[in-house]
């Protein structure tokens, strides 16, 4: 089945540092999703995006599926950026199937 | 955006005893359903997918039997958890699609301790 890779797999900030996770899949996909997962386990939508870049505020994403790698960058981060940030991908040719995840990026912040 | 809720949040029960989740999609009609796994420190692991009016399919290494999922309608899913052992205890995390969206939207997650 598809491999979804996260790095690195821990990363700690101080206060208003930028940082960028790396999401790497071994085969095509459909869709690719960024979450963040909150202290209490709620997983947040941060990002829908199979290919192209997108921004939302401090937060901003590229895919390259060609390259079949996407990246989430983080901007002046805040303590409550801290958690756990999850890429999921779903395989390519199959709408509307599971999302496979990755292991996951812990981040803590600091002030 | 869409919302997707799970009850209870938490729950506590005997070994032995069987435990019902819901899942409903709140403000979208639900094609599809997905249950999954997350033990402590450690990523999602899908357990089954859930179609409206038909049988779900389950991932290799879990019990059909153990975990039973009904998908009744376009917004609600329930996992019962049968006869469960402390080794059942995990956060429990129900998402849906609607159809035409391409977005999954999780719930909050249900936390089982079986003691």
């Known amino acids: 089945g598809i491999q979804v890779e996260q790095s690195p797999p821990d990363l700690i900030l101080q206060e208003g540092a930028n940082s960028t996770l790396r999401c790497n899949f071994s085969d095509s996909v459909n869709n690719l999703q960024w979450f963040h997962q909150n202290p209490w386990g709620q997983l947040i939508n941060l990002f829908y995006i199979p290919s192209g870049t997108k921004q939302n505020g401090r937060l901003s994403a590229t895919t390259v599926a060609t390259e079949r790698y996407s990246l989430l960058y983080i901007s002046s981060s805040q303590t409550t950026d801290s958690g756990v940030y999850f890429c999921a991908v779903e395989r390519s040719g199959q709408a509307g199937t599971a999302l496979i995840f990755g292991k996951g990026t812990t981040l803590s912040v600091s002030s | 955006g869409a919302v997707v809720s799970q009850h209870p949040s938490r729950v506590i029960c005997k070994s032995g005893t069987s435990v019902k989740i819901e899942c409903r999609s709140l403000?979208?009609?639900?094609?599809?359903m997905f249950w999954y796994r997350q033990f402590p420190k450690q990523s999602l692991m899908l357990m089954a997918t859930?179609?409206?009016?038909?049988?779900?399919?389950?991932e290799q290494g879990v019990e059909k039997d153990k975990f039973l999922i009904n998908h009744a309608s376009l917004t609600l899913s329930t996992l019962t958890v049968t006869s469960a052992h402390p080794e059942d205890s995990s956060f429990y995390i129900c998402s849906a699609v609607g159809l035409g969206r391409e977005t999954q939207y999780f719930g909050p997650g249900t936390r089982l301790l079986v003691l």
């Open positions: 859930s179609n409206e009016g038909s049988k779900a399919t389950y």
């Open positions: 403000d979208f009609q639900a094609t599809t």
